[in-house]
Nanobody, 118 residues
Framework: QVQIVESGGGLVQPGGSLRLSCVAS????????MAWFRQGPGKEREVVAWFSHNGAITNYRDIMKGRVTISRDNAKDTVSVYLEMNNLKPEDTAVYYCNRVATPFAPWGQGTQVTVSS
């Protein structure tokens, strides 16, 4: 059974930091390029950062460059994906998801809510 579970979100003040985690299992995620997405209130889902299956190639959304770092730990049929976010801004408020970077997407997890507010 394919499953994605995100965690680590919460309420943080502007300028604060969070580390999001994602565990994806049930298919060969370790051989897939993975990404973090987010969907803010009233907005479309967008890619935040993505990397190749072995993490050798990484790419970040321009507005996130310098503030986020992605990493991953691959196992046979499970991958753990992390998103370290620093200097958070109110506009970073969103539900954050991980998934493979390209279609067809795996079934989406529930996401983890990040709220940046004073």
């Amino acid at each position: 059974q394919v499953q994605i579970v995100e965690s680590g979100g919460g309420l943080v003040q502007p300028g604060g930091s969070l580390r999001l985690s994602c565990v994806a299992s049930g298919m060969a995620f370790s051989s897939l390029a993975m990404a973090w997405f987010r969907q803010g209130p009233g907005k479309e889902r967008e890619v935040v950062a993505w990397f190749s299956h072995n993490g050798a190639i990484t790419n970040y959304r321009d507005i996130m460059k310098g503030r986020v770092t992605i990493s991953r730990d691959n196992a046979k049929d499970t991958v753990s994906v992390y998103l370290e976010m620093n200097n958070l801004k109110p506009e970073d408020t969103a539900v954050y998801y991980c998934n493979r970077v390209a279609t067809p997407f795996a079934p989406w997890g529930q996401g983890t809510q990040v709220t940046v507010s004073s």
